[in-house]
T-cell receptor, first 111, second 116 residues
Framework: RKEVEQDPGPFNVPEGATVAFNCTYS??????FFWYRQDCRKEPKLLMS???SGNEDGRFTAQLNRASQYISLLIRDSKLSDSATYLC????????????FGIGTKLQVIP | EAGVAQSPRYKIIEKRQSVAFWCNPI?????LYWYQQILGQGPKLLIQ????????DSQLPKDRFSAERLKGVDSTLKIQPAKLEDSAVYLC??????????????FGPGTRLTVT
């Protein structure tokens, strides 16, 4: 089983739609969780951290489910500019900070 | 604040040749990462430095790849000799490793390597 698993998509959604991605992780001792955004031919950029209680940033909501070992990202009212690949990142601390990236989920918002 | 700098941005070499990439992290960031990203995949960690010491190089193909971070600041990644499957984007990232922000990584623009 991979450490971090994501559906690569693509998810094709119309403008204004709500879309959700899930990401599962295998290490139950994982401590930190993030979503990064990567535009085509660009470097990844931090979108948001994922906290235990869930957190929201504008149209974006991130949730953590430790029991089932998954995190989710919900995007409401999708914009054309949301088209990108969303990378799930899981962090562990075993003497040093170790992070693992998922394969990424590609989102294409269509007019 | 200046971001992570990388050079060159693009490199085309023939197989069996050598190549080196350079990275200058954000000032004050103790942790530096080198990733390999093949088209359609997520970044794969090659090596992680804490200051100038290596903390993880488990996925670095040590028969051909090497990296160093002298004086705990900038770093170089070398491939010698290159293979066709090394064609990828090589990303450098840094983080400040302090408190709760230690996992937040800032990436450079990457070096796109094509091996022919």
């Amino acid at each position: 089983r991979k450490e971090v698993e994501q559906d690569p998509g693509p998810f094709n959604v119309p403008e204004g739609a709500t879309v959700a991605f899930n990401c599962t992780y295998s290490n139950s001792a994982s401590q930190s969780f993030f979503w990064y955004r990567q535009d085509c031919r660009k470097e990844p950029k931090l979108l948001m951290s994922v906290y235990s209680s869930g957190n929201e940033d504008g149209r974006f909501t991130a949730q953590l489910n430790r029991a089932s070992q998954y995190i989710s990202l919900l995007i409401r009212d999708s914009k054309l500019s949301d088209s990108a690949t969303y990378l799930c990142v899981v962090g562990n601390s075993g003497g040093y900070q170790k992070v693992t990236f998922g394969i990424g989920t590609k989102l294409q918002v269509i007019p | 604040e200046a971001g992570v700098a990388q050079s060159p941005r693009y490199k085309i070499i023939e197989k069996r040749q050598s190549v080196a990439f350079w990275c200058n992290p954000i000032s004050g960031h103790a942790t530096l990462y080198w990733y390999q990203q093949i088209l359609g995949q997520g970044p794969k960690l090659l090596i992680q430095f804490q200051n100038n010491g290596v903390v993880d190089d488990s996925q670095l193909p040590k028969d051909r790849f090497s990296a160093e971070r002298l004086k705990g600041v900038d770093s170089t990644l070398k491939i010698q000799p290159a293979k066709l499957e090394d064609s990828a984007v090589y990303l450098c990232a840094s983080s400040d490793s302090s408190g709760g922000r230690s996992y937040e990584q800032y990436f450079g623009p990457g070096t796109r390597l094509t091996v022919t």
